[in-house]
């Protein structure tokens, strides 16, 4: 059975400040994807990032990175100088690499990001 | 606008009603996915089609949940004699590769 865990319901920041969604999974596969979806208030959830488990290397996009710990299970993101239009409800999900199409995602964390 | 979309956006319906969801996903995508959202929580799988072909329904998907997908296009999805624990956003994605999955905006029931 596949579980992702974030623990963080809810994250209220200042703008500029730097702020880190935790995500914590749980697989028997040993082979797997890491997702990381964004959901604004609008709605429409959004594609962030895909992680292959083979591949622990930390990535970063602009003001987004990630840091992906195969000995913790855990597939953390980070925000830097977060912004208001970064205000969304981040979700992190886990799929088996064999098909990829059944995404288990968590419960999700509710970022409010304050002038 | 070429992304996902679902028709109709909100639908209201009495207790034991049939209702039926359209997707029309983005044209060179050959895999088309049905979740579900419900308040508070993130996207349950439902199904999910290569092409024509249903691969996968999640446990959730009873008896009383029929998805199609006719010619590999657009897709739809049947709930018959709806309950009010049917009541959710009902959410359609498409991709071309594993996980990138692009949603249209849902189709929000409520069950009276």
């Known amino acids: 059975a596949q579980k992702v865990t974030q623990a963080q319901t809810e994250i209220s920041v200042v703008e500029k400040e730097d702020v880190t969604l935790d995500c914590v999974y749980e697989t028997r596969d040993t082979t797997y994807y890491l997702f990381w979806y964004k959901q604004p208030p609008s709605g429409e959830l959004v594609f962030l990032i895909r992680?292959?488990?083979?591949?622990?290397q930390n990535e970063i996009s602009g003001r987004y990175s990630w840091n992906f710990q195969k000995s913790t299970s855990s597939f953390n993101f980070t925000i830097t100088a977060s912004q208001v239009v970064d205000s969304a409800v981040y979700f992190c999900a886990l799929s088996p690499s064999n098909s990829g199409y059944a995404l288990n995602f968590g419960k999700g964390t509710s970022l409010l990001v304050t002038p | 606008d070429t992304g996902v979309s679902q028709d109709p956006r909100h639908k209201i319906t009495k207790r034991g009603q049939n209702v039926t969801f359209r997707c029309d996903p983005i044209?060179?995508?050959?895999?088309l996915y049905w979740y579900r959202q419900t308040l508070g929580q993130g996207p349950e799988f439902l199904t999910y089609f290569q092409n024509e072909a249903q691969l996968e329904k999640s446990r959730l998907l009873s008896d009383r949940f029929s998805a199609e997908r006719p010619k590999g296009s657009f897709s739809t999805l049947e709930i018959q004699r709806t309950e009010q624990g049917d009541s959710a956003m009902y959410l359609c994605a498409s991709s071309l590769e594993i996980g990138e999955l692009f949603f249209g905006e849902g189709s929000r029931l409520t069950v009276l």
């Open positions: 992680r292959n488990s083979f591949d622990e």
């Open positions: 044209s060179e995508h050959n895999r």
